[in-house]
């Protein structure tokens, strides 16, 4: 398995693996990465859809990605997933799967035109004072001591921030500026999170740095991610013969170690209460997703609160099952067993009365109702005691939603402190009482909060133990390799497994980029895996980065006059003195 970029390999074709007609695929978890492993079999490894075996614990595919009307509850989404045009290896996978509302065209053409229709930006970002305007006026107001800071962690190695909470590489004047606010609230990093995660964030996007204050670096599905992401692929694979098994719990997968060589030799589950499984052969290849951001999640409802999960969790189990098999194979507890940590919990409200979209459209400025981008992701109450966040996708947000009514995603970062009107935290809320909370931060007046909240809106709220556990403190060999040395046929996939390129966690790319590196690397297919997208190494982007990051306040130049006179002089009539002008880093 290799890396590339271009159109060179990306529009090849490889060839047919040798050997793949022996071989077979068993997928444990049927969320993005495993669907997305079967696809790449099938489309580059040349892999019969019936020799994929997909084994799934929950009822429905989709894992994180989901989206669904519970009957008595309403509309539920855990969380949504924000993306951008460099996502390399999600767009080559969606090139290949046709649109289930375009004929003729692909998920990616679908995905393209909407975004190029009707492009993400965001008119009012944070708000105080009960909805409105907090004028952060899209700067990050950094001194020049914490734009040192963020240049620091930067430049560092990786081995430099292992192990490493952001608040001991950052000083409480940058977890006070608006830059980490933007970042934090969009990305979900608390201040005790790896510092090693922010700095693959930094490096990730720096493309997108400017866009922070107003998300115009985003895009975003039509429907939920469920319906525009997963339902495509889904049909797709069971039209290639795909097998999948749900309410399937795998409980070990049996592993042969060898010295340095490693072979799955059986995978145990248990089905409707009986226990099963399978014998294999280095010929038949397993894909496991290991962890799980979403697993244990409670829901309530509009009189219930969620409820905190902790006890047993299967993906975290079968987990450190397999890895007290071999130390090659991670260390979970580094990540599954900090629940206080990593928990955080959201809400689904679904309005029901024609006030509450009205207060909606004062603050993003747009009509709900238009089909079009609302609030261009999501809006932080910047003085919420909770931290509230809350986001109006296009709408309507499901198929099958009402005319009139509007789906909101609202998430909470922190989840103990009491409210600013209930009083209480959001992990003690029933549905209604953060709809309370939430109308409060949007300006309803208070005499008008409790009768909108009980019969204006219907609200799931839902508890997820684990949904930053990817976010804690890590070093090298804490997550598994996604083809670990010496393996002839296991693989890990998704959030949990090491990609050997740069990228970062908590993206659709990343559940796409560790199948699609696992199955180039145990088919030896030919064609290159995307690389990640250069921009940190890419001056322009760096120049524009640090411009941004500045508020556009070029350099000041020691020496007053003479100083700035001598500079110019030298530099002017040179290409470095064109990118100084065009990224305006000096002054005139």
């Known amino acids: 398995m290799h890396y590339s970029a271009g159109n060179y390999e990306a529009f090849a074709r490889p060839r047919k693996p040798k050997g793949v007609e022996e071989k077979s695929a068993w997928f444990v978890g049927a969320g993005l990465a495993s669907l997305a492993g079967a696809a790449f079999l099938i489309r580059d490894g040349q892999m019969s859809g019936e020799k994929i075996t997909v084994l799934e614990r929950l009822a429905l595919p989709g894992g994180a990605l989901d989206g669904i ?25 969606y090139r290949s799967i046709p649109s289930l509302e375009i004929d003729g065209a692909s998920v990616l053409d679908e995905f393209y035109w909407l975004n190029k229709d009707d ?95 107003d998300l115009s670096s985003l895009k975003f599905t039509k429907y939920n991610q469920y319906e525009s992401l997963v339902l495509p692929l889904y049909r797709w694979l069971l039209d290639q013969g795909v097998t999948f098994h749900f309410s399937t719990e795998v409980t070990d ?49 509009h009189h219930t609160p969620a409820r905190l999960n902790t006890g047993p969790a299967p993906a975290w189990d079968l987990w450190r099952t397999i890895a007290a098999k071999d130390p090659a194979f991670g260390r979970p507890d580094v990540f599954g067993a900090h629940i206080p940590e990593t928990k955080w919990e959201s809400a689904t409200v679904t309005t029901l009365d024609a006030r509450i979209p009205e207060y909606i459209q004062t603050i993003c400025g747009r009509d709900p109702f238009s089909g079009k981008v609302v609030t261009g992701g999501i809006v932080t109450a910047k003085d919420s005691s909770w931290l509230m966040s809350w986001t109006v996708n296009r709408q309507p947000h499901f198929k099958q939603q009402p005319a009139d009514q509007i789906v909101v995603w609202v998430y909470a970062l922190m989840t103990d402190t009491p409210g600013d009107y209930t009083g209480k935290t959001i992990q003690e809320s029933t549905g209604e009482e953060i709809t309370q909370e939430w109308l409060y931060h949007l300006g309803v007046p208070e005499a008008d909060i409790p009768e909108l909240a ?19 403190p890590r070093q090298k060999g804490d997550r598994p390799d996604v083809v670990p040395q010496g393996s ?51 001056v322009r982007y760096l120049l524009n980065a640090m411009h941004r990051m500045r ?29 100084l002008a065009q990224f305006g880093i000096l002054e005139d």
């Open 454 to 472: 009980a019969t204006g809106a219907k609200t799931v709220p839902v508890m997820m133990p684990y949904v930053t556990a990817f976010f804690m």
């Open 488 to 538: 002839v046929n296991l693989a890990f996939i998704g959030q949990f497994a090491e990609s050997k390129e740069r990228d970062c966690i908590f993206t659709t790319e990343y559940s796409v980029r560790t199948p699609m590196e696992a199955v180039y690397t145990l088919l030896d297919i030919e064609r290159g895996v995307p690389e990640v997208f250069g921009s940190t190494y890419d």
């Open 69 to 93: 009307k519970e009957p008595k509850k309403g509309f539920v989404i855990r969380g949504g997933r924000e993306m951008e045009e460099h996502f390399e290896c999600l767009w080559d996978l």
């Open 253 to 301: 997968v049996g592993v042969q170690v060898d010295g340095e060589r490693k072979q799955a030799t059986r995978i145990d589950w248990v089905r409707e209460g009986e226990a099963g499984g399978v014998d294999l052969t280095a010929n038949d290849l397993v894909f496991v997703t290991i962890g799980s951001l979403t697993e244990n999640s409670d829901e309530g409802d």
């Open 551 to 579: 508020d556009n306040e070029p350099l000041k130049v020691p020496g007053g006059r003479l100083g700035k006179h001598m500079l110019h002089k030298k530099v002017d009539k040179t290409e470095i003195g064109q990118l």
């Open 119 to 213: 492009p993400n930006v965001s008119h009012r970002r944070a708000t105080v004072n009960r909805g409105q305007d907090a004028h952060t006026d899209g700067k990050f107001a950094l001194s020049q001591g914490v734009q040192n800071e963020i240049a620091h962690v930067f430049l560092a190695t990786r081995e430099d921030m292992e192990n490493k909470r952001i608040n001991e590489v950052f000083t409480q004047e940058f977890l006070d500026s608006n830059f980490w606010l933007y970042w934090r609230t969009m990305f979900a990093f608390e201040e005790w999170h790896s510092a090693l995660e922010f700095k693959l964030y930094l490096h990730r996007f720096i493309q997108h740095i400017g866009g922070l204050p």
